[in-house]
T-cell receptor, first 115, second 109 residues
Framework: DGGITQSPKYLFRKEGQNVTLSCEQN?????MYWYRQDPGQGLRLIYY???????QKGDIAEGYSVSREKKESFPLTVTSAQKNPTAFYLC??????????????FGSGTQLSVL | RKEVEQDPGPFNVPEGATVAFNCTYS??????FFWYRQDCRKEPKLLMS???SGNEDGRFTAQLNRASQYISLLIRDSKLSDSATYLC??????????FGAGTILRVKS
């Protein structure tokens, strides 16, 4: 089945530690995205990538880093510079950068918590 | 002011009821509009796109009012399984999507 796989489902971070969230898609989509969701708030865009080896900052990129070395993979690293990392992280992809009525496909999410 | 605003609810309705949600957006240049459904701590899933002329999909009807900059979602004959958070999503600059915080719907028997 085609889709997006995020791992792990739950992740715990110690203070000062960098952690990496995995996102893999087999939909052959060009565009991939990382969102953060906090209780009572909408999804906020962290980073996005329209093509391999290229990515752009979203609205809340500080404290995060990404890479896009392969079309199917878009890992997100939450660095120690991110002081409030506890949130639900969602990876998504689309056939191309969102155009009229382009559909977003989401992974099942990673809940990151600070120990 | 947030770019996309929704009433957080919760809307508590009995089975069989008709319920409507509105969502306002501030960017008059927005071109794409969607409603997504999200169950608790799961990924959002596309419910329907919203077209200028309005569109219907079974019990769900979506409408767009560009003059007043809002979109709406109407659910008829509510089912228990409709209980979820409904996210309003609007395209913004650079074709990025902006998500509303969501409206919680609880359908009770």
């Amino acid at each position: 089945d085609g889709g997006i796989t995020q791992s792990p489902k739950y992740l715990f971070r110690k203070e000062g530690q960098n952690v990496t969230l995995s996102c893999e898609q087999n939909l052959n989509h060009d565009a991939m995205y990382w969102y953060r969701q906090d209780p009572g708030q909408g999804l906020r865009l962290i980073y996005y990538s329209q093509i391999v080896n290229d990515f752009q900052k979203g609205d809340i990129a500080e404290g995060y880093s990404v890479s896009r070395e392969k079309k199917e993979s878009f890992p997100l690293t939450v660095t120690s510079a991110q002081k409030n990392p506890t949130a639900f992280y969602l990876c998504a992809s689309s056939d191309r950068m969102i155009a009229t009525n382009e559909k977003l496909f989401f992974g099942s999410g990673t809940q990151l918590s600070v120990l | 002011r947030k770019e996309v605003e929704q009433d957080p609810g919760p809307f508590n309705v009995p089975e069989g009821a008709t319920v409507a949600f509105n969502c306002t957006y501030s960017n008059s240049a927005s071109q794409s509009f969607f409603w997504y459904r999200q169950d608790c701590r799961k990924e959002p899933k596309l419910l329907m796109s919203v077209y200028s002329s309005g569109n219907e999909d079974g019990r769900f009807t979506a409408q767009l009012n560009r003059a007043s900059q809002y979109i709406s979602l109407l659910i008829r004959d509510s089912k228990l399984s409709d209980s979820a958070t409904y996210l309003c999503v609007v395209s913004s600059y650079g074709n990025k999507l902006v998500f509303g915080a969501g409206t919680i719907l609880r359908v009770k028997s």
